[in-house]
């Protein structure tokens, strides 16, 4: 049965509907599977008895033939920035350790509406600023690949990483993570798994706690491509709810079959700028291979320049900065979340009360941003910062004149040592662990990570493809098309 836990979402869907499994024992599996990984750290709140109501639900649903669609009764996670009703959502943060929103965010909405079965929200770095997942007030999350005792394990990659090693071991078949600067796809990468981050607005961000709102993008999480896209297909869609949702009506992706797609002719571009001088000498083996790859089946592959990718980094953190001042005023101690015990003043109480709530890297992203919107700063930091942000997206809209997806890396390098990554500063992590993924949030247009092949430390090495705006169907049967010839190692889990 454990081999259920392994398989795909398609295939599980059509055991449940055969009458081969039922939901309860399915879902029995998954529960049982994240308690085993409880010492990986990747859960923050275990949601037993929703699960237990909902693959109940599900299979009453199944004994008339009548599910409602190919995720009822199957085992999803979510991370815990997504408001769910009365589950507590924290961000893995004191300020909202004890919060318990009244509604559910969209995408958790359509999940449930789908039938999918909730085992647990998954944990983050704080308010999601973080590239490790490291900064948790529940503790560190432990990457399932290279997993050791002690501080010698490897990070999870973040801020998703919970969601990811949920996804690796099979905790679940697919989790939402959130992705503002590459906090899907970067855990995508390190823990083996495949890394989604749709076309800004295409998924609703109602009921996603805010980092940066002009970026958010709920993310997903899955062992496959065609896993994301059973996903995708429930998720996406306009919202009223979400101000920023595009309202062209969507179209449910259809994957061609493996072995039944043909690249001959596909132009492919490979950005110079990305290859970094941190970039290490087997992820840029792994980028050529999968460039000859597609040469070698006939797609058009050719280097293309993105002049202002270095100025990416830069122009992220200032703007990442300033929508962090703005959204984390709301956290003041009065309406919800943490309140200090402090009765002197008003004043008094809101001070407090962030100090006490907020760990070290929100709070210096607090003061940053707010010095950035100083009235004597606001030109030379946010005005400038945003004149950027136009140049880096002018640079996609121009590559498409030439190319029609992008392939770059994902990650740097393999999954880091937890001791070696926590010996840099938060800034640090991010500039690094950011750089291939977050030009893409910049331009707001789609990318997917897709696990490739293993290091010379058995880690999972991944790669990024990029597309224009609304080119998921095109951009996943690509990914689909590599998946299929590369054939990635899955985790088998035996801890």
Known sequence: MDKLLNTNIKTVSRLLLDGAVKTKDLTELALNRVSEIHKLNAFITLTQNEAQIQCGQSQERYKTQKPLSELDGVPIAIKDNFCTENIKTTCASKMLENFTPTYNATVYQRLLDAGAVLVGKTNLDQFAMGSGTIDSIFGPTKNVWGYSEGDNFRISGGSSGGSAVAVATGACYAALGSDTGGSTRNPASYCGV?????????VSRSGLIPLVNSMDVPGILAR????????????????????TSLTKPYKKIRLPPAGKMSIKGLKVGIPIEYNCEQLSEEVCDVWNEIAILLKNEGAIVKQVSMPNTEYSIVCYSILNQCEVASN???????EYGFRADEHYSTEKLYATTRRLGFNDVVKNRILTGNYFLLSRNYTKYFEQALKVRRLILNDFDNVWDDVTILLTPTTLTDAPLYR??????????CAAQDFCTQPANMAGVPAVSIPIKLSKNGLPLGLQLIGKNLSEPLLLAVAKYIENIVKFPHFSYKM
């Open 194 to 202: 495949v890394g989604l981050k749709p076309t800004y607005g295409l």
């Open 224 to 243: 496959t491509v065609d896993d994301t896209v059973s996903v995708l297909n429930v998720l996406a869609g306009f919202d009223p709810k979400d101000s």
């Open 328 to 334: 984390m005023a709301r956290y003041d101690g009065i």
């Open 420 to 429: 070696d990554f926590v010996s840099k500063t938060n800034r640090d992590q």
